[in-house]
Structure formats: C-alpha cells, structure tokens
C-alpha cells in the first residue's frame, strides 16, 4: 500500500502507543489498534491488559462484558477469560477446555503512555521501546506533558512524510508558526542504530517572537535548529530550535515537540502529541501556553494530511511521484520501514 | 460466508415470511429479500402479488408506478405488467413481444404473514411451508399477536445462532429477564424431519416471578422448560418454559415467542417476531404484556448480534471458532443450511 | 461497465464542459471530471487554465493553495506551477528540476461554459467542440439561457437514455408536463457525421396550453416536432415542438431544451442545463419561465435517474435488458460511444 509495495502495511514487531494512561481503568476500553480490536483494562493492582477485542466464541465485542477482580466476562454467553488470555469458566458446561483462550498482547506502561507489542508475543522486548528519553519525556532534568489522543483519518506514513520534512512549516503553518526562512535551508540527514535525523541550523540569528517568549532574559543572538528525529514506527521527535546562545555557547533551552502516533487502521491512526522542555520546569502556564500552541499547528496538519490520504487513496501506487531533496529524511525512514515488513514476511 | 462455506449466503429454495399482512395493500410496497428487490401489492379481490422489483426495460423501481386494476404500471416510460409479469402495454409502440415479460413470485398468506419463495418457482409447493401450528401460530386453542417487523443489520445465521443457544439469557438478558440460573443447564438436542430441537429441563420448581404473573392461580411446584426449536431457514420457536404442573402434572398453560425472519441482504435481516399461548386466549392486557416484554428483550438481542455483525464482517472466515456444547443445536442446523445450499447448488 | 462493456467508462479524446464561466475567476475551484481531480482559475487577462488537482510532489489537493499571478503555489510544502504544468520554485532547494511537472489540461471557454479535453493533448482541436450553434447556443439570431449547473448521482450513459427516448414524458413528467399523446407517436431516427437524431412529428394540431403560452398570437394548427439530437458524448439537444405553423408554413419560433453534461466518476455526473430559443427574444420573463419549466422538468428526473442508478449498481450488466423499437435512438449512441472507446483503446 503506497507508499510500501503491494501487500505491505505496518510493521508489527515494535512497541506502538495503545492509549494514555488515564484512558486506562477498571471500565473496559476498547481501541483498534494496527486492523485488531483490542480490550484494555487495569487488574485490582493497576497493572494495564490488553486481550483481543473479540470474543472467540461467538463474537460479540469484549467491551461489552464486565470485569470480575482482574478478570473479564462477554456479556452474550458468560464466558471468562482471565489477564493471560486463559478462558476460565464456561457457565453451559461444568468444565473448560484448555485450548479455550483468547488472545492476550504485552503491555508495558511508560511516562503517561501504555504501550502494545502487536506482532510475536516472543519477541517482545521492554529493551525495544523507542528511545523517549531522548525526547525528554521522564527524563532527568525535563519536563513533559501530553497532549491527549487525536485521532487522524489518514495512514501513519503520511504523518511520518510530513513530520520528517518541515519544510512545510513555512507554507503549512503559515498561520500558526509564522513564515520561517530557515525552514528551507538545507537540512543534514544522518543515521545510526535505526534512528533517522534530519537537522536545519542557522546559526547566529537575532532573538525574536517565539524565541523571546521562550527565553525572556536572553537577547541573543542564537543557533536556529530545527529538527526531525525518527525514534521508531510510533514516535517523532520534532523540535530543537532556540537551543543554543551564541557568544557564549551555553544552551538556553531545548523545546521539543513529540508525536506518538500508532496505526489504527490501513487509513487512520491514532495520534498522542505531547511537549517537552529543559528549562522553565515548574512554570504550568508555560505548559498550558505550549501544548496550546501545538494543538494550534496541529489543527492544520490533521485536515491537509486527511485531504492527502483522499488523495493517495484514490491514486493508489498507480501514479508518478516526484521527491526533492528535502524529501531525503521522509524516503529513509520509508525504506527502513519497507525492510522491517520485508524482515517480518519472511 | 461466514459461518458458511465461500460462497454461500442462503437457501432459496424455501418460503421465508415478505411481509406482515397489514404491509401490503393498494399501494405499492417494496422489500429486499435475499438481495432481491420485490414489489409487493393485492389485486382488486385481495391476493398479494410480488413482482421483481425493477423494471426489466431500464431499471426503475417499480414501487413508483402505479396500480391499474390487477396490473402495475412503470413511472418511466408507461411499460404495464400483469400479475404474472407478463408486459400488456408498451405506450410507444402497438404491440407488445411476447418475450418482454418480468419476474412474479409465488406468494402466500398464511396466519398474518405473506410468504414467499425466491428459488426456483416450479418447486414452490405450499406444502413446504414452515409448520407455523407448532408455534401456535393459527393453531386451534392457540392466540398469537404478531409484534410487526423490525430491521436487524446482522446476518440472518447470527439470528439463528443466537436463539438455538439460549444460554445467553442469563448474561445478555440479565436486564430483562433476570438470572434464569436454569438457562446454563445441559440441553438435550434431537432432530426429526428437518426440524432440529435443544430443550432444558428444570424439573419440579418453585413457582415465582414471571410464572406467577402467567399463572395467578397456579401455586407451583413446576417443570421449567425452555426449548428452541428449528422449524425451517426462517422460523424458529423458543418458548416452553411453565408449561406443566407439577403434582398433579396438568399442563398449566404454554408460551412461545415466534421468531419469524428473512434476510435481506447478505449481512441484513428482515425480523418477525410474535409470541402465542395456549391459555388466557381472551386477554387482551396480557397479549400487550408479553409483546412488550418480547421487545425489551429484544432490544438487548438487536444491537448484540449488530456488534457481532461488525466483527465478523471483519474477520470473516479466517478466524478460529471456538464452540461449546451449548453450541451443538446451532451447529446442527448450521450443517442443515449448509446442505440445503450444497443441493440447490447441484 | 453498464451499459457499456467490461472496462469501458467514458470516451476521453473528447472536449467536455467543465464549468460554468462564472463559476471559475480569480480563487482556485476544483472539479473532478472523468475520475481525475482538476483545479480551474483564470490568469491575470482572465483566461482559464486547469491543472492537476492534487500537487504530484506530496499529494496536497491544489485547490487550498494560492495563485501567484498567473501561477499557483501548493500550500503543503510551497512549490510553485505555471499554467503550462512547469514547477517553477521548490522552495527547499536553489533549482528545479525540469521534470519536474504536474499536468496540464487544454481548456476553450465557448459561449458561457468552460471545457476541457481530458484525453492526449495533442488532440485537442477547438474544432471537434460539438455543435452548439445547431442548439442555438451562441447563434444568430437566437438567445440562449444557463440553468448553472447540476449534481446528477447517475453515470452520464443513464441520462443518455433519457434524453435520447423522449416517449418517457407522458408518464415520468406527467405533473410537470402533461399527458403528450404525441410523445407516444413512432419516431424516425437518422444519423449524420457524428449525430443521431430522433424525430417524432405530429402534423396539423390545435394550438393549446404550452404552445399559446409561447406564442400568444399563433392561433394554430400547428405541425408538433419533439427531437432529440444528440451532438456529442456532453451535449443533447432535445427540444423542437411548437416550431412550424400550419396553412401558411412559416415558422413561429423554436425552442430548445439543451442538455450539457459531464462524467463526474463513473457513477456520477456534472449537469448543465440550458434552454435556447430564436424568438421574443429580449422577453427576460419568458427566459425566467422556460428556466423554472426546465427545472421543474430535472427535478423529475434526476431522482428517477439517481434511482435507476442504484438499481443498476446492484445488477451491473448480469442482468438481460429488454428494449423496444423507442429505444434504438440511445442504443444507436451507445453503439457509438462504445466505437470511440474501442478505437481509445487501441
């Protein structure tokens, strides 16, 4: 499916967003998540569980049912499935078949977010949860707050395309962010251990608008840094502008922008924004101001990516298209995920 | 289709219920029956007539014609067709080929229902009607009160499924029913003449509840039944509980709510329920009763069997079912329906 | 598809109406016409252009980005189009490749409507436009009306039919038109480079209602004419009563319902209505009447058509289609049509 080859979608042996922590309780909720219902829940002790959204009996959504201590019952025949996918009571019948299970997925709670391995149970590894540190979520010495969950009719890949290539900001986000020249310097793209950078610098600029607001002791002049950090199928660190004062050399703050993001379907996804910074920690109308201001930018990406989803669904594979240099970042990050799902067939 | 075969959807071969009596009159009256669309209407002496739905000549609806006499006249370009859907009038021009005729279907009115037969007309013998005096459905010392139509966006096998295994009344009807204790005790299945019945037995029980409400006079202890009876690919019966006294073991009355349907469209279904007893025939506030109660009931089976609609339209036939031995009617007449259509597929 | 055969649409190296002029001036407009989505403006001298509707870098539709004089500039990531297709500025980077193009299309605008030709360019003369003037359309000695335009939820093939068997108004228009005996008369159709017209003629009636609407002091008899010429795979003329008046033979004026129109998708389509007439002509009322008759008559039938459609969908082309001696007009135009994309596809 564009932009993979044919038959390709998603990879599924990675740690993806489920739902915010706070989504997460003792009701049942229910997400689709990479084409699959699934059910979550919190046991008596508020450890997450995510089983399979279905019932293998006859169908009927688990949501539906009801908790029983840290287990679950279908509300259409009473069947019972403990956190480990385990059927463990069949009213009808005075015994349970051991084969009667249901599907049960890993689940792992990280920062303010619960995460789902997908793809085989076997390899899911806590030590492959994309690096969020690095963006300064529940790390030392920052400050992070979610944005919530959004949800985008348009497939994963297109927020990937647009948020590796922010050339866009200067047309895109006109309105909100403002025309920025840097935005269309050329940018440097590196690689190391499966993550994907794409770094913007225009050093030695005058301190204005947003900088100033950020930082109002500082006057400048400062490094302008703009940045795309490809973490993982699930997460972009967007960000870095206004990190460094020139002169001195002494940083004066990193802000950057995370965008969780996780396949709901083959054309939609859900999208968990959040901001981070290093500076001004304790300051909440900071954090209100900021996560504002994301949902601002955000407001005109989520439409035009669901237009360009209109788009590639209708023109499929079939059509010629035409990259430019600033798409380097965005085709990189395509081919790793094309060799993922290449891996994951064989 | 799910649970079919690839390629099955539905037995043709059978009279499955068009429409309430009531539905059908002078004006034009169109339904969709095994993703046919029909035309419906009573000639002048009061038969029912049904005509393909769409005009053979360039594909209008018949339904925006108009009567003439026993005859139906198409809106677009004036074509008339007579009850056995041969053409008798081509406005521009003289004469009418012999070979311009649309479809009839043979149709019958039995109890309140107009029947009709979508497979192959030479084989419709009113004979194969579905045994409607089993349910108490026009049978003498029987009243039965029909509880009109309903629409249900879910396959016609869920329907099936669902009423073949009342064990889900204790969960999915705890609301209206209550928590019959006895609904998850074994059942026994037989099947003669095609007809295929699950039955539990509860015997010698305290009279309460409902029973009394049924029976005033009645003091218990009694023989709780409940049965599910398959009496063709559109009707089925479930019903039976209070049926015997115990002690003196005269049957103290009998109550079966009908369930009558067709379907629609490959994941749609026309629903015909009624309900019909065999004591207090002349009590009209207790008929209003229990079609009330058979609604509330239903109000919790519709929207149930559309969630489960919905999963399976995703997963299809690629899934592992697991089954249970409350399972066993259902799964018969699964097999049956699976035959029938295996035969007139020869 | 219906009518058609397997794979065949619509004939493409053909010009069709994309717009009314007023609707395409100095803001972007998008329409999508044959299955592909075109973005229409005017330059700075009012000329029109048509572009791709969707910006082939990143698939952002054209129509929410900006004109720059004569060019237009996608808001996504801001690359800049001239009017030919050429990518003249790709703002991330100092050159643009000269492959860089989106398409082109040839656009004439001709009496109050805008066309296109959506097939190979290098076919597009200005002299295969259908003939309006044949319809009055920019003629002498005529005046031609715009009823704007229509959204017909119909494949253009059905609105063929319609126009090109006029026996149909005494019964689908038989409130907004009246009982036409004459509609019922046999018709003559002939063929001529390209066109087939079908005429019925009723000589020698009395003067009444429409026609003494028209011409208040033709007291009549009157030589009664409905046609229907179809001028192209866009264009039918239907129109022609009321034109020639008895015992003296001088014409008392003709009037013509012209009918423009445009595959949308395959199952929908662009309506532009007209009416034209070569007498009274600076009666503004009357142009006002015969535009609210023209509509009146639409609105008839394009819910007929919507449901045909539907109808059609569901049979596709499994279904046998009887037709009569009134429909050998359409069917000679569908020959055609068929002809033209048979010869597309070679």
């Known amino acids: 499916m564009y932009p993979f080859e044919d038959g390709q979608t998603f990879p599924k042996n990675h740690w993806y967003i489920a739902a915010c922590s706070h989504e997460v309780g003792r009701a049942l909720f229910e997400r689709t998540i990479l084409e699959e219902r699934l059910v979550f829940y919190r046991k008596e002790d508020g450890t997450p569980v995510a089983l399979d959204g279905i019932c293998p009996h006859r169908n009927l959504p688990m949501v539906q049912g009801e908790l029983e201590g840290d287990a679950v019952r279908c509300r259409y025949h009473g069947f019972r499935f403990d ?99 840097r935005a269309t310097v050329a940018a440097e793209m590196t690689e190391e251990n499966g993550r994907v950078h794409v770094v913007r610098c225009t050093p030695n600029q005058p301190a204005e608008g947003f900088h100033r607001f950020l930082h109002p002791n500082c006057n400048g002049p ?83 990516l669901e237009h360009v989803e209109l788009s590639v669904q209708r023109l499929g594979n079939t059509r010629r298209e035409l990259s430019v240099m600033a798409d380097a970042g965005a085709m990189r990050v395509r081919r790793r995920l094309i060799e993922m799902m290449k891996a994951e067939a064989q």
């Open 222 to 304: 400062v490094d302008l840094t703009m940045r795309s950090d490809f973490l993982g199928p699930g997460l972009i660190n967007a960000g870095g502008p206004y990190s460094v004062m020139n002169g001195t050399g002494e940083p004066v703050g990193r802000l950057n922008f995370v965008h969780g993001f996780t396949p709901e379907t083959l054309q939609t996804t859900h999208y968990f924004p959040a901001v981070a910074r290093d500076f001004r920690l304790d300051d909440e109308g900071l954090s209100q101001a900021l996560l504002g201001q994301e949902r601002k930018v955000l407001a005109e990406d989520v439409p035009a």
């Open 83 to 181: 956190t480990d996918g385990r059927c463990t009571d069949i009213p009808s019948q005075p015994t349970v078949p051991s084969s009667f299970t249901t599907r049960a997925y890993p689940v792992l709670e990280r920062w303010q977010w619960i995460w789902v391995w997908m793809g085989d149970p076997a390899k899911a590894d806590p030590a492959l949860l994309p690096d969020m540190a690095f963006c300064g979520l529940g790390a030392p010495g920052w400050r992070a707050d979610s944005n919530g969950v959004m949800h985008l009719k348009a497939r994963f890949s297109l927020l990937i395309d647009n948020l590796m290539d922010l050339s866009h900001i200067a047309f895109l986000h006109v309105q909100s962010i403002g025309k920025l020249e």
